[in-house]
């Protein structure tokens, strides 16, 4: 229904207001008595063969929800009717700001990508806690993804993360720690070692100091060279990380199909979808062979298929994680997903 009937409606306007709609219409929709279970029935496929324990957390199955399409968790109870495995909200910075100014999201249809540049736009920590707090499904696991106000020098990045993880982390399963975003200038800097093993020490500190500390995980870019991602792995060592989440979108052009115009004419953003598919694959399986599959890995970019998602976990990912390829295909890529992985 959704690609014949949804997507060419969805796909004739601004591609942030296609993603409001949506929202919005799955919200009303979810109030209609009846409806949570029709979703049920037709999107939420599960199997006892599909539950994984990663990082001492049972999921049910592991295709998730990437990070940024429901950052201030407005949607998580209607999410887990779709048949999610788990959420990852956010990125959430400890203030609410706006983001960038739009357009901030636009289609590259030929190459079933999308550009954007958000810039971390989200309610603030305070206010999603509250709103976490407040849900209805209290089995679907939630993972918190955390980031830096746009106005905070990276000398003060530490204590934005700090205060990100001391908001949600008693309504959070598992934390992310996002670096990797290319549209909050100068983020990217602090995937160097020493600013990001300080700031992860930081973190994990407040952390272990807990009653009950979370698996805390690291999401990288896929532009990083292989001498990068071996400091990301010493570093993982280092500050004891639970995992990674690999990869967030791409500032590369390479490989794409549109016309080139038309993308210069974009502008700035990270490049998600299908042109991003083998690079973060290729991260996935180097990170997983340098790590003697130690590290479990959240495995992301470009998964459109159940053939893609085989491919993600077969290089190593414990988990998968999906945004694009959810706007493309539609809800029913997730238990297309989960039934091909059913059947072996
Ligand atoms: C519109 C949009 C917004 C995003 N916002 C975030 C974000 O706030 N934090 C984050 O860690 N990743 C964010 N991402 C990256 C995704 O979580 C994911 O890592 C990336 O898009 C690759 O997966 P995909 O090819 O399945 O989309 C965003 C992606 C898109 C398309």
Known sequence: ??????????????????????????????????????????YDFQHPSLAREVFGLKFPNPVGLAAGFDK????????ATLGFGFVEIGTVTPLPQPGNPQPRLFRLPQDEALVNRMGFNNDGAAVVA?????????QLIIGGNIGKNKDTPNERAAEDYVAGFEALA?????FVVNVSSPNTPGLRELQEKKPLIQLLQQVQQRNQARARPRPLLLKIAPDLTDSQLDDILEIARETQLSGLVATNTTISRDNLSSEPGYVASLGAGGLSGKPLRARATEVIRYLHRKSDGGLPIIGAGGIHSAADAREK???GAALIQLYTGFIYEGPALVSRINRSLVRG
């Open 170 to 174: 008693e309504v959070v399963d598992y």
């Open 1 to 42: 229904m959704y690609k014949p009937l949804v997507k060419p409606i969805l796909f004739t306007l601004d591609a942030e207001r296609a993603h409001h709609l949506v929202f919005d219409n799955l919200r009303r929709a979810a109030r209609v008595p009846g409806t949570p279970t029709l979703l049920r029935a037709l």
């Open 72 to 79: 201030n968790a407005v949607l998580t109870d209607e999410l």
């Open 130 to 138: 509250a709103r976490l707090a407040r849900r209805a499904n209290r």
């Open 313 to 315: 976990l077969e290089a």
